[in-house]
């Protein structure tokens, strides 16, 4: 990772940028300008803001302004902050990015539970289909993913989705035994949890983007969790994260801790490559489509929800 820990990935949409050193952050004629300490004797970097999809700060000696941060807003850039085991911890969104947006809340919290279960239907399905797809990809038999599939039903009240992450999780890393898909567990559960949290931004900022409450969920309803909704719609894409963690993983066997190098790879989450209705586009361009089109389920205008399917 370079010196000044500032990492940015652009594949036709927003950047994604990484703050893991001190440093001075301030808004200049639209842009970000970014101050070293002088004993770094680094020159000053501008970043135009309305490139920034994605702000990542994981250092506690990293000072930015107000001004920026409101501009960081009006542009509609997830800002995450890290707590001191370097996780991503907090993360900052506008409250209002769409011009309709009254007339979207009032949709979304209108909307009927029937829309709403069969909704969490579509993303049940679209998530067990994905990870039996990366499982074959592994030659992992996927046969029991294909017999789960046909049990979903409206709102998931079996819980197929569960008894699926079971067996997905048994086989996915078989070549770690011990391995227990646990938020506080080893590697590389941290490598995953970084990982889906960055994607839990990309969520939430197209979400709000499309004019909705990303604590209002079409299945969770934890009162812990603001970002119920994020949750929900998140769910088919945390295979594409799993792929980048499985290659990690194999480079990195040994590892007991996520390293910068490491880091600096799982900011590929937002550019890695998907397929939505046979469109390839970066991921943080297909949640877009993914969360435009739940709007428009709301709205009444569409009944499908456009998910990716892994190839």
């Avoid at 599939?149 to 070549?175: C, I, M, T």
């Avoid at 939505?276 to 949640?287: E, R, T, W, Y």
Wanted: charge should be neutral; glycine fraction near 4%; aromatic fraction near 8%.
């Amino acid at each position: 990772m370079p010196d000044v820990n500032l990492l940015y990935l652009d594949k036709m949409i927003k950047r994604t940028l990484y703050f893991g050193n001190p440093c001075y952050l301030k808004k200049k004629d639209m842009q970000m300008q970014v101050e070293f300490p002088e004993k770094d004797a680094k020159p000053p970097v501008t970043i135009p803001i309305e490139d920034i999809g994605i702000l990542i700060l994981d250092s506690p000696h990293i000072t930015l302004t107000h001004a920026l941060l409101a501009e960081l807003n009006e542009n509609n850039t997830a800002v995450l902050s890290c707590d001191s085991k370097h996780m991503p911890y907090g993360l900052m969104l506008p409250m209002f990015s769409h011009h309709a947006f009254t007339e979207k809340m009032y949709q979304q919290l209108e909307s009927s539970l029937p829309l709403r279960q069969n909704l969490w239907q579509q993303t049940i399905v679209a998530k067990i289909s994905n990870q039996a797809a990366f499982l074959r990809q592994h030659g992992i038999d996927d046969r029991k993913m294909k017999y789960y599939l046909g049990l979903v039903k409206s709102g998931d009240p079996q819980n197929v989705e569960g008894r699926a992450a079971a067996y997905y999780w048994e086989h996915l890393f078989a070549s770690h035994p011990r391995f227990t898909r646990d938020r506080e567990g080893d590697m590389p559960n941290a490598m995953l949890n970084y990982g889906y949290a960055i994607l839990l931004a990309i969520v939430a900022r197209a979400l709000t983007a499309s004019g909705m409450l990303p604590a209002v969920g079409i299945h969770h309803r934890n009162k812990y969790n603001p970002w119920c909704l994020a949750s929900d719609i998140m769910e088919p894409y945390r295979p594409f994260v799993d792929r980048l963690v499985i290659q990690l993983a194999a480079e990195y066997p040994d590892c007991e801790a996520l390293t910068p190098e490491i880091k600096r790879r799982l900011l590929q989450v937002p550019v890695t490559d998907i397929v939505i209705d046979g469109n390839s586009s970066p991921l943080m361009v297909g949640v877009q489509r993914t969360t435009a089109s739940l709007s428009a389920c709301f709205e009444g205008s569409a009944r499908r929800i456009l998910y990716p399917e892994m190839q």
